[in-house]
């Protein structure tokens, strides 16, 4: 644990450090600062890299083509999740919990996880037993649900580059640099202070 700590102090310590440098940059010389920095200063959206990810893959045509080694498995599955829940105490799952939570909390959770996995499974149990012998059975279901939701569509008001907070900042540098200067220097007088033990 101290060894995480120490990596998170040196972390700390290293972003303090590069927004004291901004800060200074931003007071002595903003207009070197912006011409060294301008190359970082570009979009690059994501949707081109995640494209290719955001595209339907069907996989039914090759559940219903092997739709009896699906059926067992999912039957195998489910089957002995339900055996291992039978010969356990729905109380068994508080331990599962923090013991500071509150006695009520902790018994309305491990009882409700207890059902909703009995219930689940008994779920998967019905479905890969129509897949083993009839799975012409969950056409008209899978035919309903199965719809393609593109994330894609769905970020693209997010995917949008919005420069207001850098403009106000080119056009209020030593401002912004002084903001940066004082906060930084108070969470480093922060840290060293947890540091060393004084506060």
């Known amino acids: 644990m101290d ?12 972003l303090i450090l590069l ?26 959206s994501l949707r081109p890299a995640l494209g290719a990810l955001d595209k339907p893959r069907y996989t039914e045509r090759g559940i219903y083509r092997h739709h009896r080694l699906a059926g067992a498995l999912i039957v195998a ?11 356990i105490d729905h109380q068994a799952t508080l331990a599962l919990l923090p013991d500071n939570w509150d006695s009520g909390l902790r018994t309305l959770l491990a009882a409700n996880t207890y ?7 008994l779920a998967a149990l019905g479905v890969g037993l129509a897949v ?10 899978e035919t309903r649900s199965n719809r393609w939701l593109s994330s894609r569509q769905a970020m693209k008001p997010l ?6 907070a ?26 060293l202070a947890y540091r060393h033990g004084i506060l």
């Not at 200074?24 to 970082?40: C, D, K, N, S, V």
């Not at 599955?77 to 010969?87: I, K």
């Not at 083993?132 to 279901?141: D, E, M, N, Q, T």
């Open 132 to 141: 083993y012998f009839r799975p012409s059975l969950l056409k008209h279901l």
């Open 159 to 164: 995917d949008t580059w919005h420069s207001e």
């Open 166 to 191: 850098n403009t106000a900042l080119w056009h209020h540098p030593r401002l912004t640099g002084s903001f940066l200067l004082l906060g930084s220097l108070y969470v480093w007088g922060v840290l």
């Open 3 to 14: 060894t995480i700590i120490t990596a998170l102090y040196w972390i700390a310590t290293t």
């Open 115 to 121: 059902w909703l996995l009995l219930l689940s499974n």
């Open 77 to 87: 599955g489910a089957g002995y999740t339900l055996l291992r829940l039978t010969g």
């Open 19 to 44: 927004a004291l440098a901004t800060g200074i940059g931003l007071l002595a010389a903003p207009a070197q600062l912006r011409a060294l920095i301008r190359p970082l200063d570009r979009w690059h």
